[in-house]
């Protein structure tokens, strides 16, 4: 009997353990339920935990703050550190479901039971409300606002109990599951006391110790030494698992030395140092020539490389007035884009890298999915140059070579015909078509694309000269309108709310045309409306406003569009298995799914 | 000395406001206007630019030399963090090794006029002072790399190898650490010794026609007393007020070699504020570098005075 009653206690003290672990969540650090992985999304299969790379940021760290503005490396370390509420597009991440309501202007989400900070500080609403409303939405915060009002309002987050949180929204907001992906939840056990005292712009800096760190990313800071190396070890707490339950990340380590220059980065991962590289497109030949892995992926669609011609150059003070009348010509400005071989850029700066395009992009893939891609100007793109029709469209306008010297003029009739008057003006014989042409100083693939066009250019009798400038320079000149033309790399993720500041009228990079703000042309209206209606849009009625905005972009080029580069990555794939790429040159997509091939493997063998 | 740092502090100032950009152009790319202005306030760049440079000067008296624009680390974080002890131990073995090396051969050269060995040092040192140092730190890391120099336990880029960072001290590690400071070095001493024996030879040769050195080698004074006891010593003076003048060309080629082969040194970190327009952090740089240029300059007075009994201070 007395042996029936000590089996039985102990049967109560397992059960009460296993009750108690099921209400903290389960065993190991893992949430309940955990976030499982699809078997899709790991290209190599399951793996298992161990192991560790070894890759090179370009730059310190300038802030370990998720939050504020920082440069790439700080961005590409808080990638590995932090996680948001969702995924890109709208993943559910940490929280176990997501339920938006008929006219989603409400959504409430509910966060995994057990979840954990990399530093075992338990996740609850508090957390979710402070990062929003202490941290994102605080004036006192150096982060972007904008982003996140809807009809001028900030969502509204509040707490319905623990684990529950409602979001409401002034209207139906396409835009939020993105943003709830990009900006990271905070602990607020570590950071109120600086939102608290108003520092925390200066919280968490390059100083901070390492376990000062906290957030729900798949690694956890363990070591930093500054001109050196980061040491970033598995966060034990990291919600996610795989179809077999092995909690990931797989990785044990991941050290991210601090290399700046390129050709050393290339030589680090020639010799074997490094485990992946972002190469430029000069140094595949020498990676596939030491029989090293490259890949190349289709061309991104989200950043863009641009002509841009100033169509303020006279009001801004930096060029004559019909110099400006010739800008603000849409034929111009369409035959400008005629003299822009795309393919020979793409040949001769990219090494063959890259797409031609002729329009603006968006979300990746976009510029390719509007079904009346076929009537849009310039498709496809790489049939676009055509200096006998540039040339043509040029006689039509009367931009003609008066004086015989090679170079066309602006000529009266051409002035007539768009309404200048010509007093005061030089006459037609002095009024060459030629302009300045900015680009960055030290890009060797906007010098050179600025070469090849202005080398076209000369064919048809238009003078454009070079000028490469500082890449501050350049970006101050775009921004106070100080310029005649310009070679410019617009970068962005795609998000159709970040290009608002772009193409809107009044936006602050609407650097082809700033008095847009004042007086706009009817093409420019329509885009301004479908910027601002898209983002309370439903799906459907969105992607028909967008594909009508890239139609117009198209047709009326204040941006003339030159090509997308490749993702080229270059990476051991004898070594580690399940690598998803990088974004930008550092950041490391979905680390947590990395693992290493015990056994190495083969090309286009299976990771053991 | 301090109206001196005070005029480079100013007119630093005034230049960099001429340049086009500012330190937030690198923000202003995802950044809306009311995070630029938040920023701006921050910083007090929003403030007239005369009171932001009084602001700056009377906090900077009293140890604050302001905050980046990136990050907003304090500037003497930015500056020295992990750095200041890179920028010194290659300062020190600089001024060792160029002594070392400079010294020795522009006696060589002074003493052996005309000869084969005053020609080849001559010849190498026009050599070494013609070639960029840029340039040696990149050939050099080239052949590092082609000859496999990782066996030595020598990595690219790096200051040590990976074992050893974090490690405790040992005697393991200070080999590594000076294997790996042996390519800085390489590439900055070879400009720095040939400059030093240059120089030496020729204050050398003056000082070697003098009268009073004809007068003691007629009475018998051996040719070894003769240059290292007394010519040597007059010699040497203009040499001591070059080294108050040495510390910029150390800063430039130290920043060349920085960058070619990633040596975390406080010169790197100054360039960076440099091309980022990061103004508090290049005043700051500035002002570290206008006292260590003052300080040299009156070490070198000292170092006259010392070296040359005529020479009194009032």
């Not at chain 1, 015989?404 to 002095?430: A, C, H, M, W, Y």
């Not at chain 2, 890179?86 to 600089?94: F, I, N, Q, V």
């Not at chain 2, 000082?207 to 004809?214: G, K, M, P, T």
Request: aromatic content about 10%.
């Amino acid at each position: 009997v007395q042996q029936g009653l000590v089996l039985r206690l102990w049967g109560l003290i397992l059960l009460l353990i296993l009750s108690l672990q099921a209400a903290q969540g389960q065993p190991g650090g893992l949430p309940s339920p955990p976030f499982v992985v699809p078997l899709e999304d790991l290209p190599d299969g399951p793996g298992v935990q161990g192991g560790s790379i070894n890759f090179d940021l370009g730059d310190e760290p300038e802030t370990f703050n998720p939050i504020i503005p920082q440069g790439e490396s700080s961005r590409a370390i808080a990638m590995l550190l932090h996680a948001g509420l969702f995924e890109f597009p709208n993943r559910a991440a940490i929280i176990e479901e997501f339920k938006p309501s008929q006219d989603d202007r409400e959504v409430t989400l509910r966060l995994r039971k057990g979840l954990k900070f990399s530093n075992g500080l338990p996740v609850s609403c508090a957390d979710i409300e402070f990062t929003f409303k202490d941290v994102l939405f605080n004036p006192d915060v150096a982060s972007p606002k904008d982003i996140w009002k809807v009809e001028g309002q900030f969502p509204q987050i509040s707490c319905l109990d623990e684990l529950t949180v409602r979001i409401d929204l002034p209207a139906r907001f396409l835009g939020l599951y993105r943003l709830l992906a990009e900006y990271p939840i905070l602990p607020k056990q570590l950071l109120a006391n600086a939102v608290k005292e108003k520092r925390f712009n200066t919280a968490w800096g390059i100083e901070t110790p390492p376990d000062q760190i906290a957030g729900l990313g798949p690694f956890r800071l363990r070591q930093y030494i500054r001109g050196q190396r980061l040491v970033l070890e598995r966060n034990p707490f990291y919600w996610k698992v795989d179809q077999k339950g092995t909690q990931l990340p797989y990785l044990d380590q991941i050290t991210l030395s601090i290399v700046r220059d390129d050709s050393v980065r290339v030589l680090r991962y020639l010799n074997g140092q490094t485990h992946m590289l972002r190469p430029r497109p000069e140094d595949i030949k020498v990676i596939l020539e030491k029989g090293l892995w490259i890949e190349v992926q289709g061309a991104g669609m989200t950043d863009s490389h641009v002509f841009v011609f100033n169509q303020d150059v006279n009001k801004r003070g930096v060029g004559p007035i019909w110099l400006e009348a010739v800008f603000l010509s849409v034929s111009f400005r369409q035959a400008m884009s005629h003299v822009a071989d795309r393919m020979r850029m793409i040949s001769e700066s990219l090494f063959g890298y890259g797409e031609p395009r002729g329009g603006p992009g968006i979300e990746p893939g976009f510029w390719f999915d509007c079904q009346n891609r076929e009537n849009f100007p310039f498709y496809p793109p790489d049939k676009i140059f055509n200096l006998g029709k540039a040339s043509q469209l040029l006689d039509q306008l009367q931009l003609v070579d008066t004086d015989k010297d090679g170079i066309r003029n602006v000529t009266d009739t051409f002035l007539d015909k768009v309404g200048i008057p010509r007093s005061g003006l030089p006459p037609e014989d002095q009024r060459e078509l030629e302009f300045e042409l900015i680009t960055v100083q030290g890009s060797k693939h906007s010098v050179s694309d600025a070469e090849i066009f202005r080398d076209a250019l000369a064919q048809i009798g238009v003078k454009a000269n070079v000028v490469p400038v500082p890449f501050n320079a350049l970006w101050d000149l775009l921004l106070k309108g100080r310029y005649q033309v310009a070679r410019v790399d617009l970068i962005s993720d795609g998000d159709p709310n970040k290009i608002i500041d772009i193409y809107h009228s009044q936006g602050r990079f609407h650097f082809w045309k700033y008095s847009d703000a004042q007086k706009r042309e009817e093409w420019q209206r329509e885009v301004d409306e479908i910027l601002l209606k898209q983002k309370t849009a439903t799906a459907d009625e969105r992607w028909k406003m967008l594909c009508k905005f890239q139609g117009n972009v198209a047709e009326n080029v204040p941006l003339i569009f030159l090509y997308n580069k490749s993702d080229i990555f270059a990476w051991r794939k004898d070594q580690i298995g399940n690598f998803k790429g990088l974004e930008g040159n550092f950041v490391i997509r979905y680390a947590e799914y990395l693992r290493f091939c015990k056994a190495g493997r083969k090309p286009d063998g299976i990771c053991p | 000395m301090l109206v001196v740092l005070l005029g480079v502090t100013f007119i630093a100032f005034l230049a960099i406001q001429l340049l086009p950009g500012d330190c937030l152009t690198q923000v202003l790319t995802t950044a809306d206007q009311e995070t630029i202005t938040k920023i701006k306030q921050e910083l007090g760049l929003d403030k007239p630019l005369l009171l932001q440079y009084v602001r700056w000067l009377l906090n900077a008296l009293k140890g604050d030399f302001g905050r980046s624009c990136l990050g907003f680390a304090p500037v003497t974080q930015v500056l020295f963090l992990g750095a200041w002890q890179w920028s010194l131990l290659l300062a020190g073995m600089t001024l060792l090794l160029t002594w070392m090396i400079g010294l020795p051969l522009g006696i060589s050269a002074a003493v052996h006029r005309d000869s084969w060995r005053d020609y080849t040092i001559q010849a190498l040192s026009t050599l070494a002072l013609s070639v960029p140092v840029f340039l040696v730190a990149l050939l050099l890391l080239l052949v590092l790399y082609l000859t496999d120099a990782e066996q030595w336990g020598w990595t690219i880029g790096q200051v040590m190898a990976d074992r050893y960072l974090g490690a405790p001290w040992s005697w393991a590690k200070l080999g590594n650490i000076l294997l790996h400071l042996a390519l800085p070095l390489f590439a900055i001493v070879l400009a720095q010794w040939a400059g030093l024996a240059r120089h030496l030879r020729s204050a050398l040769l003056d000082v070697l026609n003098q009268s009073y050195l004809q007068a003691a080698r007629a009475k018998g004074v051996s040719e070894r007393v003769l240059v290292y006891k007394h010519a040597l010593r007059n010699a040497i003076h203009p040499l001591i007020s070059w080294m108050g003048f040495w510390l910029p060309s150390l800063f430039e080629s130290t920043l060349a070699v920085s960058i070619v082969i990633n040596y975390p040194t406080v010169e790197f970190y100054f360039w960076n504020a440099i091309k980022g327009k990061d103004v508090y952090t290049i005043l700051g740089g500035l002002s570290l570098l206008g006292l260590i240029l003052v300080v040299g300059n009156l070490l070198a007075d000292l170092g006259l005075a010392w070296a040359d009994p005529r020479i009194r201070y009032e």
